[in-house]
């Protein structure tokens, strides 16, 4: 609960995750289209392709894949790299906005990158201009990208000059790859090629705003961690006027927008199944309203987290052989018979929604937290 102090409102942990649990969708599915849930939640994480499914799953009542693929097939969605230069699903719309103002944090990300050494001296705007060139004639993989490119500069490393347009040309991955059961090498073309449009950069205040409504209250560096961008103290100073300002029970100044509303922390929380990577464990420099008995990292790789009253409690991950889907769930917790049935439930709806034909067992096996 909210409590009052001289420093301003101070929000415990079980409010701020139960907010968070709130804007995002995980206190209760509700019958929303794919774009409106995607544009609320400033993209979903898509480096694997079946997670924006997974992560849908969760959130929408009834929820049917097709309607998700469909928008990729009809370029309404696209999978872009953005915040912290990792691969989101975004509406189109939202590529276009917000694509020049992450550039800068791909553009950081290059200049870090051991491709940039392998690259040395060359002039990169030629480079740049022949592989969109290249791009905006065909879709083309990577490994073609770089083959076309080292035609062109045989001199030169032809994955360092591929990778160079990855982290500095606008380039979305094209169907088939991220449709419903289907499955295809990632290939590229430039966002203005697919989309037939040119990019209108969004503000950085829209963008800090449009995260604050989706994972706040949060601090400076929770907004950083989001998105990788620089500069978010003198943002949040200049947007002060426009939100209210809270603190969490480590004392950090935490920002909202003005009409954020919190969530009551005696508000019960479902079992959710979360996808392998999902940015309501990714958007917070502190986690710790997020976290349960475990908490979300390494361990995690090819796992989704289970998350029971609110926090990381387990991980789930399916392996198909012989025919048939195994669901394993491990569990950092002993559950009450209550949320065991529940987390049952759930198990059986997710892994019918993911092998609907398939024959499926379920393994529950304890974990160490």
């Known amino acids: 609960m909210a409590r009052g102090s001289a420093a301003g409102p101070l929000l415990d942990r079980r409010t701020l995750n139960r907010t968070l649990l709130a804007r995002q969708g995980l206190l209760e599915r509700r019958s929303l ?31 049917d894949p097709t309607t998700l693929s469909d928008g990729i097939a009809e370029r309404r969605l696209v999978r872009i790299g953005l915040m912290r230069t990792t691969l989101h699903m975004v ?33 990169l705007e030629p480079v740049l201009s022949a592989a ?62 697919w989309s037939g449009r040119q990019p209108s950069a969004a503000t950085i205040d829209d963008i800090v705003l449009r995260y604050l409504a989706a994972f706040g209250p949060a601090s400076s560096g929770d907004a950083r961690i989001w998105s990788w961008l620089t500069g978010l103290r003198e943002v949040l100073e200049r947007l002060r006027p426009r939100l209210r300002t ?17 969530t009551d922390p005696d508000t019960p929380a479902p079992v959710r199944f979360l996808p392998q990577y999902d940015n309501v464990f990714l958007s917070h420099d502190d986690r710790a309203r997020i976290n349960g008995v475990m908490t979300w990292g390494l361990e995690f790789g090819w796992k989704g987290a289970i998350l029971v009253d609110g926090g990381i ?34 198990a059986d709806a997710l892994a019918r929604f993911l092998d609907p034909d398939a024959p499926r067992e379920l393994l529950i096996v304890a974990t160490e937290a």
């Open 33 to 63: 289209t794919v774009e409106a849930v995607v544009e609320r939640l400033v993209g979903l994480q898509a480096q694997e392709p079946i997670d924006p499914y997974v992560a849908l799953w969760t959130r929408i009542a009834d929820f």
């Open 91 to 123: 509406t189109t719309d939202d590529a276009l906005a917000l694509h020049p103002v992450m550039a800068d944090v791909l553009r950081r990300a290059w200049g870090s990158s051991p491709f940039t050494k392998a690259l040395g001296d060359i002039d």
């Open 132 to 193: 969109r060139e290249i791009l905006e004639e065909r879709p083309r993989t990577p490994a073609d990208l770089a083959t076309a490119l080292g035609q062109r500069w045989p001199e030169r490393d032809a994955t360092a000059m591929a990778y160079l347009a990855r982290f500095q040309l606008p380039l979305v991955q094209v169907p088939p790859r991220g449709l419903w059961r289907q499955t295809a090498r990632a290939t590229n073309t430039t966002l203005e090629a």
């Open 246 to 262: 809270y603190r969490d029970e480590a004392g950090r100044e935490l920002f909202d927008v003005e009409d954020g509303l919190l």
């Open 313 to 346: 409690t387990g991980a789930w991950r399916v392996k198909r052989a012989g025919g048939t889907a195994t669901m394993t769930v491990e569990l950092g917790r002993e559950l009450t018979s209550g949320e065991r049935a529940e987390l049952e439930a759930e």
